[in-house]
């Protein structure tokens, strides 16, 4: 079974700090992804990777950034997180036919 | 027209019911498809793919109607557990980056005893 897992369920944050979130899958897979999903809105991608070190820009990327150093790990960076960070962010993991798996996600609040 | 779409509902019918699906796409050279099960507060899993000569697993069914550009997905029999948000998603065309691949908003599915 793949797995992908996230490095925290929920998070509280205030406004301004840096925030990391770390997400691991042990398939090896070559392509992750980071999603935020907002009620109403569905899933949105942030960023993609299809390699290490190597990303694509999402539909939101504004105010995010991330980073693949090994392949097994894809970690999404929030600079300075903002109210309208709060949401439910999600990693995913796939090969190349992309079928994805989704970790658990994290529950952010930004406060 | 949005690139995928897909009725919000909620569908809410009783335990034991048939119920289906649509899901409209708009790139014509969208190349395969699947649809995903996400529970209340929890990731969404992968259900099952979606071939053009159909795909069944016990009691569900997806198809794609490459002509009219949409899937679909039946429930026989449904069950309590079924009651999810069902999500289609939609893969470019070939060569293209993983990046364009595109969630629907998903099918809220309830079902009553």
């Known amino acids: 079974d793949v797995k992908v897992t996230q490095s925290s369920r929920y998070l509280v944050k205030r406004t301004g700090e840096k925030v990391f979130l770390e997400c691991v899958q042990d398939m090896d897979h070559e392509n992750m992804f980071w999603y935020r999903q907002d009620p109403g809105l569905g899933l949105r991608l942030i960023y993609f990777s299809y390699d290490v070190k190597m990303k694509e820009k999402g539909d939101i990327p504004e105010g995010y950034s991330v980073s693949r150093e090994k392949k097994e790990r894809f970690s999404l960076i929030l600079e300075s997180a903002s109210t309208n960070q709060t949401s439910m962010y999600l990693c995913?993991?796939?090969?190349?036919?992309?079928?994805?798996?989704f970790g658990p996600g994290t529950r952010l609040t930004v406060t | 027209r949005k690139e995928v779409e897909q009725d919000p509902g909620p569908f809410n019918v009783p335990e034991g019911a048939t119920v289906a699906f649509n899901c409209t796409y708009s790139n014509s050279a969208s190349q395969s498809f699947f649809w995903y099960r996400q529970d209340c507060r929890k990731e969404p899993k992968l259900l099952m793919s979606?071939?053009?000569s159909g795909n069944e697993d016990g009691r569900f069914t997806a198809q794609l109607n490459r002509a009219s550009q949409y899937i679909s997905l039946l429930i026989r029999d449904s069950k309590l557990s079924d009651s999810a948000t069902y999500l289609c998603v939609v893969n470019p065309p070939l060569g293209s980056s993983a990046s364009k691949i595109i969630f629907g908003s998903g099918t809220r599915l309830s079902i009553r005893p």
């Open positions: 979606v071939y053009s």
């Open positions: 995913a993991s796939s090969e190349v036919t992309y079928e994805q798996y």
